[in-house]
């Protein structure tokens, strides 16, 4: 549940109309957006209220996030995002063939690709 507790924070921070401007972008792995076999109830409220940048990383097997239920929720975004399909994850990022530091390389390219084309990091 940590990309949508983190969600919850973010729109929460907005609502209260707290200084959130130290929020760069949120990165969702395995975006819980519904119960499995639940696609009519979605958990969607939370995002369609931030405004960062967010990098969505799902599977496309994912039994709580359905490809084209993410994308649908996704065009009615405000914020800037991406979605990257892990090909035939499940939402624990298990591939069948597919070692898990396979998988996670492949997870590891992508936010660290994201993180550099999205937020500014201060140099130390």
């Not at 921070?13 to 401007?21: A, E, F, I, K, Y």
């Not at 119960?35 to 039994?63: N, Y």
């Not at 298990?94 to 390219?109: L, Y």
Request: hydrophobic residues 40%.
């Amino acid at each position: 549940m940590g990309s949508r507790a983190a969600a919850s924070v973010i729109h929460q921070l907005t609502q209260d109309g707290n200084n959130d401007d130290f929020i760069q972008g949120l990165i969702c792995l395995s975006y819980p957006l519904h119960r499995p076999k639940l696609q009519s109830k979605l958990r969607d409220e939370d995002l369609l209220f931030i405004r960062c940048p967010v990098l969505f990383v799902s599977g496309s097997a994912d039994e709580m996030c359905e490809k084209q239920l993410l994308e649908r929720v996704a065009s009615k975004m405000k914020a800037p995002k991406k979605i990257h399909w892990i090909d035939k994850a499940n939402h624990g990022m298990a591939v069948k063939g597919r070692t898990e530091d396979d998988v996670m390389e492949e997870i590891n390219v992508q936010v660290f690709s994201w993180l550099r084309e999205n937020i500014e990091l201060e140099h130390q």
